[in-house]
């Protein structure tokens, strides 16, 4: 497959001559597949044609803080690009925390079978092995909050290959006027990230730089981002999810049924991630 961490707004790829595949969205990371018969020994051209035409969605075109202003006139590819052979049948996997904060589900697509591991740091919390989706108690796991942002390892092991990510236990859910976060009530205190990078102006993709813009919000009082009509990359969600900044995701304007699936299960591996809209 290509990988592509980000590209403004379309691009269409060709390999040795063929044509591979066209996608447009600009909002998550993605992949293209290559046919089989397409790659060669030794050295392989890769052409892309990059545009920053605006996407066309339901009712207009897609508009969002990565296409607006400064961003009007630029584009390309944003993040890195690698050819890939992945060697995990994993799909997809990510962590929910149930209503009542007893247990928690990992949810697993792709693999048939599976051996796990939850550790926290150089102690093993959990193991085991599985098919599809798995549930666990979560005595004896600490919850992620602004305060305390407790993030665990998650480990898989296939008959293809192997995958880790980290992931916190969190439920924010609305009582009333209120909310309640792991059942404790939480107030928002919070700004609106409007996509301005006066030094880069592209989104910068150092996780430093988001580690210092979160902890001087932190230091400011502030526990709650709102993202304006744009999803951010890994990047900045690595930092919130480290630091303990709850999240607000919007998506751009007119966003396709298709893309906004696809921020939903890039936004959701991220526990600092509590809130959705379009």
């Given amino acids: 497959v290509l990988h592509f961490d980000g590209v403004r707004n379309q691009v269409h790829a060709w390999i040795n001559g063929r044509f591979v595949a066209f996608?447009?969205?600009?909002?998550?990371?993605?992949?293209?597949?290559?046919?089989?018969?397409?790659?060669?020994a030794g050295t392989n051209e890769i052409v892309l044609a990059v545009s920053n035409n605006p996407n066309l969605g339901y009712g207009d075109y897609v508009s969002g803080l990565t296409t607006r202003s400064v961003f009007a006139s630029t584009g390309g590819v944003n993040g890195d690009l690698e050819l890939r052979f992945p060697a995990s049948d994993l799909a997809d996997v990510y962590v929910t925390t149930a209503r009542d904060l007893a247990t928690f589900t990992v949810h697993v697509s792709g693999a048939d079978a599976y051996k796990y591991e939850i550790a926290d740091g150089g102690r093993v919390m959990a193991s085991g092995a599985g098919r599809g989706d798995f549930t666990l108690p979560s005595d004896g796991f600490e919850f992620w909050s602004s305060?305390?942002?407790k993030l665990y390892e998650l480990r898989l092991e296939t008959v293809k290959g192997s995958y880790s990510q980290r992931f916190g236990l969190r439920r924010l859910v609305a009582d009333g006027e209120k909310l309640r976060l792991n059942g404790s009530p939480v107030y928002l205190r919070?700004?609106?990230e409007h996509c301005y990078f006066a030094r880069t102006v592209h989104v910068p993709r150092d996780i430093d730089y988001y580690r210092m813009v979160t902890a001087k919000r932190k230091e400011l009082g502030f526990n709650f981002v709102?993202?304006?009509t744009w999803v951010p990359p890994a990047e900045?969600?690595?930092a919130t999810d480290e630091l303990g900044m709850l999240v607000h995701i919007e998506s751009p304007n007119f966003v396709s049924e298709p893309e906004y699936a696809a921020i939903v299960a890039f936004a959701r591996r991220h526990p600092s991630v509590a809130i959705y809209c379009t």
């Fill in 23 to 40: 996608r447009a969205g600009f909002s998550t990371p993605f992949e293209l597949p290559v046919p089989d018969g397409i790659l060669k």
């Fill in 147 to 149: 305060e305390n942002p």
């Fill in 190 to 192: 919070g700004v609106t």
């Fill in 226 to 228: 709102r993202f304006h």
């Fill in 236 to 238: 900045y969600l690595e």
